[in-house]
């Protein structure tokens, strides 16, 4: 019931090795006849301690992933940024003029009082405090609430939110500058790769690179074979085949056009027709995209009296999100089933294992609504495993 960690990374036990090495450990004690089905009190007992080392070699597994930019989230991600001379790039604030004017009386207004757009209702609140003679206009900087792109064309901030004695009026003459959200995890992925191969020009990682650049692409995978015969994933010799989701068919076949050049081969059920704008040429170069495969789940709990009344409800929600790659465990997030990622059952505990009250049965999956298994669900070089509400039951 080890895990292991040598050359090639960390492999460690999922639930049912786990069990079947204890079931064996069982019987070596006790003898072949020793009784061991989910009825029996060395059977539960078998069943409990395995679940438990699953879940921690899991968060070992999660551990680990923290030093993988592909895996690491949060500020571990931050971390690793780090390493490629990167810092990521921090949330930014929309700013705007306003032009703020004072009745007969004059006013007198406090640092942080708010204005906003009456449609929208975005705020913005003043940078300094600000003393208006009477039938004065001032214009003085403010700056949004929230951060992000808040935007505010001219004359739409005319919403005084904090009434203020003698504060008639207030507009912005233009619009406001723009600001950003916290650069996210998947975007600062996406910018280490670019880093991280930078040097590179026709190597597979440095294509990768330049296909996450294009922009709407989320998801890519290169596959090479420098052999001088078609390889088993159907590769010709000396060819390349890229698999991206997201971004135009024009711009993925410039970008591998512009990594590979004329004399690499290229495989895909996209072609598109790419024009050299040097030699005039024409190239058929190919691509694929991403075939979703339905994965239909269904979870067998024996539930305790601690088991939440929307228990079943969250473990779909969470196994959904698993598939989807938003499933965070301690801030850590879970590694989603990626392209060509075989399905396996038994990863699917920890996103069920988060809601409390209750022991895992079986998990059974497949492509169909049935009959399901827990035997693993092959997904190839071209597939990406993927999951709905409707297609997760909890029994």
């Known amino acids: 019931m080890m895990s292991t ?56 597994e999660l551990v680990a992933g923290i030093f993988n930019s592909n895996s690491a989230a949060g500020v571990f991600l931050s971390q690793l940024l780090k390493l490629n001379g990167l810092d990521r790039n921090e949330a930014e604030f929309s700013t705007v003029a306003l032009d703020i004017t004072a009745n007969t009386a004059g006013a007198s207004i406090a640092i942080g009082a708010k204005v906003s757009d009456p449609n929208v209702g975005e705020k913005f609140a003043i940078d300094a405090a600000v003393t208006l003679a009477p039938g004065e206009t001032k214009t003085v900087s403010a700056t949004a609430v929230n951060p992000g792109s808040i935007s505010a064309p001219a004359g739409t901030l005319t919403k005084i939110e904090n009434p203020t004695y003698g504060w008639e009026s207030v507009t912005n003459a233009s619009d406001a500058s723009l600001g950003a959200l916290e650069e996210s995890d998947t975007d600062a992925r996406i910018r ?8 590179g020009t026709s190597n597979a990682a440095a294509i990768r690179s330049a296909v996450l650049e294009v922009d709407g692409v989320d998801l890519a995978k290169v596959y090479e074979n420098k052999s001088s015969i078609t390889d088993s994933r159907g590769i010709p010799p000396h060819s390349i085949w890229v698999v991206a989701r997201g971004g135009t068919d024009a711009d993925l076949a410039k970008v591998i056009f512009e990594k590979t050049g004329a004399g690499c081969g290229w495989k895909g059920a996209t072609t ?23 994965i239909y789940v269904t979870y067998v709990l024996q539930k305790y009296g ?57 998990v059974y999956i497949g492509t169909a609504v049935g009959p399901l298994s827990s035997i693993d669900v092959s997904i190839g070089p071209d597939q990406l495993a993927g999951t709905e509400v409707s297609k997760v039951v909890v029994e």
């Open 272 to 294: 598109f027709s790419y024009s050299d704008p040097i030699t005039g040429e024409t190239y058929d170069v190919k691509f694929s995209r991403p075939t979703e495969v339905p």
């Open 306 to 362: 601690t088991y939440p009344s929307n228990g079943d409800d969250l473990i779909v929600e969470n196994t959904v999100k698993f598939f989807n790659g938003e499933f965070y465990l301690n801030g850590v997030l879970v590694q989603p089933f990626g392209l060509d990622d075989d399905v396996i059952a038994s990863r699917l505990y920890t996103a069920a294992n988060t809601v409390p009250g209750h022991k895992i049965l079986e």
């Open 5 to 60: 960690i040598d050359e090639t990374g960390l492999v460690i036990d999922r639930y049912d090795d786990t069990k079947a090495k204890f079931d064996a450990d069982l019987k070596a004690a006790f003898g072949d006849g020793i009784k061991l089905g989910a009825d029996s009190v060395f059977g539960q007992i078998s069943a409990i301690v395995s679940e438990r080392v699953s879940d921690q070699n899991e968060l070992i």
């Open 192 to 199: 280490r790769d670019i880093a991280a191969s930078a040097t």
